[in-house]
Nanobody, 126 residues
Framework: QVPLVESGGGLVQAGGSLRLFCAAS????????MGWFRQVPGKEREFVALRRGGNTYYADSVKGRFTISRDNAKNTVYLQMNNLEPEDTDLYYC?????????????????????WGQGTQVTVYS
């Protein structure tokens, strides 16, 4: 198991920033691609970003505003979110993927992830 625990969500005014954290307890954390998704109730889970090794992938809607990083020594992945917009309001999930390729289309699909956290709420008000 690779239990994942997110934190760092909250309430922020549009234009502000938040940093999300995802802590994993599995020693093989470094072998997984670590990503973030978001979801509004009633809608499909939407890919946000992923990092595997030196490769990063971002959804077009967050490019230039969000940055994903990871610290393998701490088994932690981060999502720095800047210039937040009300449209970024969602429940954000951390996820781990054992897929080892480089196809964005594979990382963008929730079915290609093995483990999920419980989510952390981000609310952006105007």
């Amino acid at each position: 198991q690779v239990p994942l625990v997110e934190s760092g969500g909250g309430l922020v005014q549009a234009g502000g920033s938040l940093r999300l954290f995802c802590a994993a307890s599995e020693r093989t954390f470094s072998t997984y691609g670590m990503g973030w998704f978001r979801q509004v109730p009633g809608k499909e889970r939407e890919f946000v970003a992923l990092r595997r090794g030196g490769n990063t992938y971002y959804a077009d809607s967050v490019k230039g505003r969000f940055t994903i990083s990871r610290d393998n020594a701490k088994n932690t992945v981060y999502l720095q979110m800047n210039n937040l917009e009300p449209e970024d309001t969602d429940l954000y999930y951390c996820a781990a993927s054992s897929y080892v390729g480089t196809l964005y289309t594979m990382y963008a699909q929730p079915k290609n992830y093995d483990y999920w956290g419980q989510g952390t709420q981000v609310t952006v008000y105007s």
